[in-house]
């Protein structure tokens, strides 16, 4: 059906989307440079900053204001305002430190979202979720005071983990699961949160326990997930559920690695099982949910297509080119073809949902 009317833009929220998709042009500028490739932009400080910026500055900022949306408070947006200028900061000529300082600060107002909304909701979903926040604040933190990236990754791998745990835990109800379905995610989404300061402080026992806890929490969302019986259906249905469950088949293989090798921080391993979260897992999930998402963020809709398997199917393969034969048999040329796949991949699908977006607004 054709859109009579022009659908509103919400202005500030666009506005606050602007500093999320800088991140990730600028994160995946960096992404290059990391893989040891000639990149459009070749600033010192980009490989550094690469995963605060992604984490935080990219997928954490339009976490913030999906949920300031839902809140729909003006001091709300404080947090996704916060994330995302301290990405803004992060590629600035300041000290970096500026930039991290400000980061802590967007996910404080992050978490004081969810004071908010549980305040609203005392609910399972809204406490995995908060969980997610409490370990954001403690990732950022330690990187203010100067814990490098691979000592503090468990936090930002259990930020986001447990933030799409949360969501996926809301959405169980749909199903109607058995009751104990629910305490089953909450156990597994507390035992990995547990695990997460423990590899901090003890990395020899605490890594496998990170591993353990992915893995439960995989079976336990596979097992009640609608998303089972979803890839049934057609259209969006099926490509969400699609992108859910080789999302969940990534987080089984970051589980795995961290179970078996345990602590891991450089080389092939810590590659594997960061990219097998963040791109495998996490941005397979924001592809599933972005159709959903960024309309009730930008109050214009996004609607399905088909061309939008091809960048989720491009992810999976590049990635698994790059982890499965690059990392795994420490091929480079793997990695490097596999990582700039993977880059196109996303590329390709920031393309088609700005277009799918403009497209409703020129018809309207
Ligand atoms: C889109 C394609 C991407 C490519 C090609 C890429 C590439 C890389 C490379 C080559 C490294 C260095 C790995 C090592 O030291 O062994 C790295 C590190 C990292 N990446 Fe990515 N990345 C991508 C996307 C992402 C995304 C989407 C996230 C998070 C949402 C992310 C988070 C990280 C983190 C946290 C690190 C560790 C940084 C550090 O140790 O300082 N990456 N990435």
Aim: hydrophobic letters at 60%; one cysteine or more; aromatic letters at 6%.
């Amino acid at each position: 059906m054709e859109i009579a009317q022009r659908a509103p833009v919400g202005t500030r929220r666009l506005v606050l989307l602007v500093p999320a998709g800088l991140a990730l042009l600028a994160g995946l500028d960096a992404a290059l440079l990391l893989l040891g490739l000639p990149a459009p932009v070749q600033a010192d400080r980009l490989p550094q900053v690469h995963g605060l910026l992604m984490v935080l500055g990219f997928v954490g900022t339009l976490i913030a204001l999906e949920r300031a949306v839902a809140l729909g408070r003006g001091a709300a947006f404080s947090a996704p305002a916060l994330l995302g200028a301290g990405g803004l900061l992060l590629l600035s000529p300041l000290p970096v430190t500026v930039g991290q300082g400000v980061q802590l600060a967007g996910t404080l107002a992050y978490g004081a979202l969810y004071v908010a909304i549980w305040r609203r909701q005392q609910a399972a979903p809204v406490a995995v979720q908060a969980l997610g926040a409490v370990l954001a604040v403690g990732g950022s933190a330690l990187w203010l005071v100067g814990v490098d990236v691979p000592t503090l990754a468990p936090f930002l791998v259990g930020f986001l983990v447990l933030t799409i745990a949360g969501e996926r835990l809301e959405l169980l109800r749909v199903g109607f699961p058995p009751a104990h379905a629910e305490p089953v995610v909450v156990t597994a989404s507390l035992a990995l949160a547990c695990a997460v300061p423990v590899a901090l402080l003890w990395p020899a026992v605490g890594y496998p326990a990170l591993g353990l806890g992915l893995l439960a929490l995989v079976i336990a969302l596979v097992r009640y997930d609608v998303a089972r019986r979803m890839v049934r259906a057609g259209g969006l249905p099926r490509f969400s559920a699609l992108a859910m469950l080789t999302g969940y088949a990534w987080l089984a293989v970051a589980g795995s690695i961290w179970l078996v090798v345990g602590p891991v921080a450089s080389g092939p391993g810590y590659d594997a099982v960061l990219h097998a979260v963040f791109l495998g897992f996490v941005l397979s999930m924001v592809m599933a949910h972005a159709p959903v998402i960024l309309p009730a963020v930008l109050r214009r809709p996004l609607p399905y297509r088909p061309a939008m398997l091809v960048p989720l199917a491009a992810l999976h393969v590049t990635l698994a080119l790059r982890i499965l034969v690059g990392d795994a048999h420490g091929s480079t040329a793997a990695v490097q073809v596999g990582g700039v796949g993977n880059i196109l991949a996303v590329l390709g699908f920031l393309g088609l949902a700005v277009h799918g977006t403009l497209r409703t607004k020129a018809r309207a």
